[in-house]
């Protein structure tokens, strides 16, 4: 497998034609679970809907990412970082009163 080092310090490398790829959270995945089926097993999510999630071709809803992050000891926007993004953003639009 060739490897290259991501324009993100905070993912280190990537596999060569990594966009497209959750990094995050398939790293995560493999760290406390090892596999992706362990993990598939643990959360009772189908591998290829998991699959489809880590390769970003399908948006998991919010009770799925609430699971997937417990299962993973983390908060949501650590593994979706877009939900991050969006919160703050409508923290941003928010009126004052």
Not at 22 to 27: I, R, S, T, V, W
Not at 35 to 50: G, H, M, Y
Not at 74 to 86: S, T
Request: with cysteine.
């Amino acid at each position: 497998m060739i490897f290259f080092q991501s324009s993100n310090p905070n993912l280190g490398y990537e596999p060569f034609g990594g966009v497209g790829v959750n990094l995050a959270l398939k790293m995560r995945i493999l760290e406390k679970y090892r596999t992706q089926a362990d993990f598939c097993q643990a959360v009772s999510i189908w591998p290829d809907k998991l699959s489809r999630i880590v390769h970003e071709r399908i948006e998991p809803s919010e009770d799925e990412k609430q699971k997937i992050a417990r299962a993973l000891n983390c908060r949501v926007g650590e593994i979706f970082p877009e939900e991050e993004v969006q919160s703050c953003q409508s923290a941003v639009n928010q009126p004052t009163h």
